[in-house]
């Protein structure tokens, strides 16, 4: 069985990420580079108008990786929690 096209991703320092909307975009611009994330999160946490895109459903954009072509899509901030154990039964 495959995996979904739409698999989410991490996106990677050297992918570029466009936002469609310049009215969503950080401090740093509406055309930003994947090592930049803390720059973005922290320019979006200051503005909370701003944040609800950015968490659920995500912001429209498009991303270009090393190699790869232009990809539409939404970019958005998650916070993932990994257990240092795995549950006992």
Known sequence: M??????PKIVQPD???????????????????GAQAAQVMGSVMSKQQQL????DPGT???????GGNWTKGKVQFV???TPDEAPTE
């Open 52 to 55: 609800k895109p950015w968490t």
């Open 79 to 81: 916070m993932v929690f």
């Open 2 to 7: 495959s995996e979904p096209q739409n698999k």
């Open 15 to 33: 992918t570029v990420v466009r936002l469609n909307d310049k009215n969503l975009a950080p401090d740093i611009g509406q055309t930003f580079m």
């Open 60 to 66: 429209p954009c498009e991303v270009l990786s090393p």
